[in-house]
């Protein structure tokens, strides 16, 4: 099977910016990358840290690439479906159908509890299944071709991947996994539950010499790896640097 690769980019801190974020993306599809992962945050827990709009950035980079993927996370219980709907619509027109929505439940419960929204997450989960629904539903009333949808999936926690086997594919998330490689059995057993999908697993490589640690999540099922850029790793050079060496793809 054949592995795509992406970079991760957070939409906070020195990753605020979304002049700084378009510059990484053009540069990843220069420098051979198959895709551009965004966060999606209102709010940050670094006080005093830009936070800066993963749509905005999206749009610009749909704009002003030709190959990449755009692979944008949505924290979709605390927006308005039609608003996704529409926004989704028209990136992935304007990026010549280059865009996958990441569905997640929001990580931060202060960006619902400070906008006026309910944190708990079974009320989460149930505004995910039916905007989720509403969303393919718009997208059929409007004429447009719908979006693939992945679905973030806390491991190793069930439900999210039960919702991602309804559509084109998973994103589970493992604890420390920016940090630390995430052990091949862990994510063996969140792949088996979504057989046939594309699923995503980010983590960190040092370049493409670091190739041969993702065969075993080749052979379980990966079809896609996010590099992981941050603050954890280094300032906006530390990553360009990074993106500029190009994938872990072998061969290279």
Do not use: N
Not at 132 to 139: E, H, I, Q, S, T
């Amino acid at each position: 099977m054949d592995i795509r690769y992406a970079i991760g980019l957070p939409v906070v801190g020195q990753f605020g910016d979304v002049r700084a974020l378009l510059d990484l993306a053009v540069a990843a599809e220069r420098h051979g990358w198959d895709g551009v992962h965004l966060w999606d945050h209102l709010l940050f827990d670094e006080p005093g840290w830009p936070v800066t709009s993963p749509v905005a950035a999206a749009s610009a980079i749909a704009a002003a690439t030709a190959r990449v993927r755009i692979i944008l996370t949505v924290a979709v219980p605390r927006r308005q479906v039609q608003e996704v709907a529409q926004d989704a619509a028209a990136i992935a027109a304007l990026s010549g159908g280059r865009l996958t929505l990441v569905a997640t439940l929001g990580s931060l419960d202060r960006e619902y509890t400070e906008f006026g929204l309910d944190p708990d997450l079974r009320a989460r989960g149930r505004a995910l299944d039916e905007r989720l629904d509403r969303l393919g539903a718009l997208w059929r009333e409007w004429g447009v071709p719908p979006v693939p949808i992945w679905c973030a999936a806390r491991w190793p926690r069930k439900v999210g991947l039960r919702r991602a086997a309804r559509f084109a594919g998973a994103m589970p998330i493992f604890d420390d996994q920016r940090v630390a490689p995430v052990p091949p059995a862990d994510f063996a057993a969140a792949a088996a539950y979504v057989p046939g999908l594309d699923i995503a697993l980010e983590g960190f490589t040092a370049g493409p010499a670091g190739a041969p640690a993702l065969e075993p999540y080749a052979a379980a099922g990966m079809t896609w790896w996010i590099e992981a850029l941050g603050w954890w790793r280094g300032d906006l050079a530390a990553a360009a640097a990074r993106v500029a060496a190009g994938p872990p793809r072998p061969g290279l």
